[in-house]
């Protein structure tokens, strides 16, 4: 899907300005807007050959990401469920609230590494109170095997992983993946029902 201009202009902008570009969107990211890091990280990665510029990516990406979700948990303590409910459905909400209380710096980690929204982890977190050093740890532990997965990953077979995209791989990953996730989207639409209850039959 194509972005509108207004977005390719603020990302073309914000690409321009480097390790500070990125370090603006990853902020804000993490805080309100929609707009993925990985917009400008995989770019910026592409034109990087050396091992301390790939660190540099994924260590601004890293702390920046964390920095606007420590707000975002502030912005959760302060405006509490209503914010949550007004940007994620209820069963998305439900979900994350649960990966939140049962799972706890997992459920964090899980978010911080993977696609599910970050930002809205962070306003759970504030508005239920979660131990925000214990927060902290696990958003950076998770977003830094996120951004350095790509960076890292990125500058070693940049040119290698391009020549290989193709529609077969592209065909054959996706199959892969779907096969992959049957039993993660079955765990992950769970969260969302109510957890069973200890019988009270004796």
């Known amino acids: 899907m194509e972005l509108p201009s207004s977005v390719t202009s603020l990302v073309d902008w914000l690409d321009s300005l480097g390790l500070i570009g ?13 707009i993925p890091p990985e917009t400008i990280l995989i770019p910026m990665a592409l034109n990087e050959t050396t091992y301390l510029g790939a660190f540099l990516i994924s260590i601004v990406a890293t702390l920046t990401s964390v920095g606007g979700a420590i707000v975002g948990y502030w912005i959760g303590g302060r405006a509490g469920r209503p914010l949550i409910e007004r940007f994620a459905s209820k069963r998305n909400v439900t979900r994350l ?3 939140t209380t049962r799972y706890g710096v997992a459920g964090i980690f899980i978010a911080a590494i993977s696609p599910i929204p970050y930002k809205v982890f962070g306003w759970i977190a504030g508005a239920g109170n979660m131990d925000l050093r214990m927060f902290i740890f696990a958003g950076l532990i998770g977003r ?55 019988s009270s039959s004796d």
């Open 22 to 34: 990125l370090g603006l969107l990853t902020f804000t990211e993490a805080i309100i807007q929609p």
């Open 97 to 99: 609230d649960t990966l």
């Open 144 to 198: 830094s095997i996120r951004f350095s997965a790509f960076s890292f990953g990125i500058v070693m077979f940049g040119e290698e992983l391009l020549d290989v995209l193709n529609i077969w791989t592209f065909t054959a990953l996706g199959i892969a993946i779907g096969i992959a996730s049957l039993p993660l989207l079955k765990w992950w639409n769970g969260l969302a029902e109510p957890e069973n209850q200890p």
